[in-house]
């Protein structure tokens, strides 16, 4: 005996010495900094930290994709036997799809939009098979089946605009079983999905690894996500590995500070502490920036009894004529009170963001009321409405198609104060540079343009944008849903601080119910263009009324992977239930 591990115990996946550096102007930037791990066959492997902690590049090396990008890779990385970095072209080709196979954070860029579904799943099948078209396209048919697309043949013939969110990720992960892979790699799958369609992509994964023993290496910044889906986790954070053991052990006692800042991050629908403490004020990560001035509420918020700021009366909203009419918000009535914050929660087509446009009138209601401080302003035109366009103010989900990317940051937080025509241009330079630093940016990064900011820096921005006219009420549309927990904890935090100091009032909308408890006061929750169930966060959260409720607090991660197994095997009994009754 030699020692060495025979083809049948070789790991999976074994990386040892992994270094990643990206050429810049300045030098280089070392993405990923000495790693090592190893992944057995038929385990799951959880890859976890912030942004720019290497966990995305290090997923990419795994399947070569950084050769001919001007990347540095050095180190040992093996898949399934295969040396990849010295692997040659043909040899590449055949670990990709055959071997193992990657779905991509968005499903979106990373299907031909001018190709069926099916048609590009068959394309990866034949890539590696030499079989007939009339093979792969059926192949194409039955994975996409096997992943829950209801219908498969038919739909197989759907171009990717024609499939939801939810969808289009099970039509990714269909491509990547066409080939029978004997190792999946999953980057943040579940990034900016509703509650209910990540339990059920989790769901997914973990019976497809059931039933083909393939292995899983699922890369996340959400840890609430890895506790019920992986056997171990490895927390990194600049390129670097810092914890590293049995997912149950290291949630339940984690040895790094960086890991108990992950943990301390992560919203959660539990009811808050008592102590006095405000929504959203969450435990900043490890050497982040934090806003200023956080501390207890100070109840702002008016006496239920008080005049709403802004009403919504028998509120509807309607698109397209005849036969096409969709109706997104329906018969919706809900009162905001001047200094509370109201959450409205629900999945997507729910009209969660219609009804927010039409709240700060970004769209006209097809019926009803729209009443600020006593006024209906729901019926009123442009030149009616430029008054009140300063009280009231919006935070849209995506920071990057909100901000113009030929303009300075600062002169875009600066459009609204010099349409108002009230200040000289110093004065504006001025106000705008104050407004950076209220949001916990840098006053000299004026003239910086948006790609230079990371996602949540952009978000920032927003919100300084959204508060340089002086609101009275901002409605925020998904703000932090496509950032990393810690990110998403800050954001909130500053949300939080920026409705004590000022005065504001919210409307945070978002699929994330954890998130929105953090937050808010009371909560609407919608379906269908409907709200089915409103009050309190602790009435609507411990003690939810409507069975549609039940279901999103049901799928919403836990952090124990127990419990998180349980809520698995109970969903799966459901569905069970529902496709056998009569």
């Known amino acids: 005996m030699t020692g060495q591990l025979t083809d049948l115990e070789a790991p999976l996946v074994e990386v040892a010495g992994l270094r990643i550096e990206f050429p810049t102007e300045g030098g280089a930037v070392r993405a990923v900094d000495g790693l090592d791990f190893t992944l057995g066959a038929g385990g799951a492997l959880g890859l976890v930290g912030e942004s720019g902690s290497g966990k995305s590049a290090t997923a990419y090396a795994l399947l070569g994709l950084h050769r001919g990008t001007g990347a540095r890779v050095s180190g040992t990385v093996r898949v399934a036997g295969t040396d990849v970095l010295g692997a040659d072209d043909a040899e590449l080709r055949e670990l990709r799809g055959g071997v193992a196979a990657m779905v991509f954070q968005d499903p979106?860029?990373?299907?031909?939009?001018?190709?069926?579904?099916?048609?590009?799943?068959?394309?990866?099948?034949?890539?590696?098979?030499?079989?007939?078209?009339?093979?792969?396209?059926?192949?194409?048919?039955?994975?996409?089946?096997?992943?829950?697309?209801?219908?498969?043949?038919r739909r197989s013939r759907s171009r990717p605009h024609e499939f939801s969110g939810g969808m289009r990720q099970r039509a990714l992960i269909a491509m990547a079983l066409a080939c029978e892979p004997r190792l999946l790699i999953a980057d943040e799958p579940t990034t900016a999905l509703d509650v209910t369609v990540q339990a059920q992509i989790l769901d997914l994964l973990h019976e497809l690894r059931a039933e083909t023993g393939m292995g899983l290496l699922l890369v996340t910044h959400d840890l609430g996500v890895v506790a019920g889906s992986v056997d171990d986790i490895l927390v990194m954070r600049d390129g670097a590995a810092v914890e590293r053991g049995p997912v149950a052990e290291v949630l339940a006692a984690p040895a790094h500070a960086y890991t108990r800042a992950l943990l301390s991050a992560v919203p959660r629908i539990d009811p808050r502490p008592t102590d006095g403490g405000e929504p959203g004020a969450a435990p900043a990560p490890v050497g982040a920036a934090t806003p200023r001035g956080r501390g207890a509420r100070t109840g702002t918020a008016e006496e239920p009894g008080a005049e709403p700021l802004l009403e919504a009366v028998a509120l509807r909203r309607e698109f397209g004529k005849g036969r096409q009419r969709l109706t997104a918000v329906d018969d919706v009535s809900l009162q905001v009170r001047a200094g509370e914050t109201l959450g409205i929660v629900g999945e997507s087509g729910s009209g969660k963001t219609t009804l927010g446009r039409m709240l700060v009138r970004l769209l006209d209601p097809s019926a009803g009321e729209i009443r600020y401080r006593g006024r209906e302003i729901g019926g009123l035109g442009d030149k009616a409405l430029r008054p009140l366009r300063r009280d009231l103010q919006m935070v849209f989900q995506d920071p990057v198609s909100s901000l113009n990317p030929r303009r300075s940051i600062g002169e875009s937080i600066a459009d609204p104060l010099r349409a108002a025509g009230e200040l000289s241009d110093k004065a504006v330079v001025g106000r705008v540079k104050e407004l950076l630093e209220r949001v916990g940016l840098d006053p000299e990064w004026y003239h910086r343009y948006p790609h230079e900011f990371s996602g949540g820096q952009r978000q920032r921005v927003g919100i300084a944008r959204a508060l340089a006219p002086e609101p009275k009420l901002i409605v925020c549309d998904e703000p932090v849903s496509a950032l990393d927990v810690t990110t998403q904890a800050q954001v909130v935090a500053l949300l939080a601080e920026l409705r004590r100091d000022l005065g504001l009032s919210l409307v945070f909308i978002a699929h994330d119910l954890a998130v929105v408890r953090q937050v808010s006061d009371r909560v609407a929750v919608m379906r269908g263009g409907r709200i089915v169930e409103s009050g309190t966060v602790d009435e609507v959260y411990d003690?939810?009324?409507?069975?549609?409720?039940?279901?999103?607090?049901?799928?919403?991660?836990?952090?124990?992977?127990?419990?998180?197994?349980?809520?698995?095997a109970d969903r799966r009994e459901l569905r069970s239930v529902m496709v056998t009754a009569p």
């Open 108 to 153: 979106l860029s990373s299907l031909d939009p001018y190709y069926a579904i099916g048609d590009q799943i068959a394309e990866v099948y034949r890539v590696h098979h030499r079989g007939s078209r009339a093979a792969a396209r059926a192949r194409a048919v039955e994975v996409l089946d096997r992943v829950g697309i209801p219908d498969a043949a």
């Open 543 to 568: 003690a939810p009324q409507d069975p549609y409720t039940k279901g999103l607090l049901a799928a919403v991660p836990v952090l124990d992977p127990a419990e998180s197994a349980a809520r698995r």
